[in-house]
């Protein structure tokens, strides 16, 4: 199994509404990682958890709330969101985080639009 | 600081055509590594390869290439024989030594190829 199943495939969520992303992988991945990318630019960083510990937030805003259960899930919680929120939001994973190569493993990505 | 230049924003060929995607790279390290990836339509990242700083070899997969030129910091990437299922957006990214801790990596703004029929 080398895939990363992202759940739902596509959200539309109003500005006050509280809505999560999922993110699952099963190839034994302790690195995994949250990347927001809008259309025609590539993906930006937000977090990255290693052995279910956060270790990179880059400055993303507290609307975004990132959890780590176990080693196989992440999730993205959304609260009161803007309508520049609206992207593709990735999940990879890796098989460790500390190396420089990292061969990323991506899913498929949750559309998000927020109205 | 680290930066990836892909000077193509799009690229059209017709099916059967070669085509070469460029990829520029600024860093101050030795060693580093350097991957392409590719983004389908249906919206994942596919890893296509990875080369490290020490390794200037060029490699070939199939109708897949890369010549990597540390002198002109160029790892550009030749598509032979270009089929239709290789439309896609090709983006090319620098992952730099550890430092505090972790590396990440820093991509390229992606270079879209559409393949016609």
């Known amino acids: 199994d080398t895939e990363v199943t992202q759940t739902p495939k596509h959200l539309v969520m109003g500005m006050t509404n509280k809505k999560s992303l999922k993110c699952e992988q099963h190839?034994?991945?302790?690195?995994m990682y949250w990347y927001k990318q809008k259309a025609k630019k590539p993906p930006e960083l937000m977090f990255v958890y290693s052995y279910e510990k956060l270790s990179i937030n880059e400055s993303v805003p507290s609307r975004f709330s990132p959890e780590c259960p176990n080693s196989s899930l992440l999730n993205l919680h959304l609260h009161a969101l803007q309508p520049e929120d609206s992207a593709l939001y990735l999940c990879?994973?890796?098989?460790?985080?500390?190396?420089?190569?990292?061969?990323?493993?991506f899913g498929s990505g949750t559309q998000l639009s927020v109205l | 600081a680290q930066k990836v230049t892909q000077a193509q924003t799009e690229i059209s060929v017709v099916e059967k055509e070669d085509v070469t995607l460029d990829c520029v790279y600024e860093t101050r390290d030795t060693t580093y590594y350097l991957f392409w990836y590719k983004q389908p339509p249906s919206g994942e990242l596919v890893f296509l390869i990875r080369?490290?700083?020490?390794?200037?070899q060029n490699e070939i997969s199939g109708r897949y290439s890369w010549n990597f030129q540390k002198s002109t910091s160029s790892f550009n990437f030749t598509i032979t024989a270009s089929q239709v299922v290789d439309s896609a957006v090709y983006f090319c990214a620098l992952s730099e030594s550890v430092r505090s801790g972790y590396s990440t990596l820093t991509f390229g703004k992606g270079t879209m190829l559409l393949v016609s029929p």
């Open positions: 190839m034994g991945h302790r690195a």
């Open positions: 990879a994973s890796s098989l460790l985080f500390q190396a420089t190569n990292e061969k990323l493993f």
């Open positions: 080369r490290n700083s020490f390794d200037e």
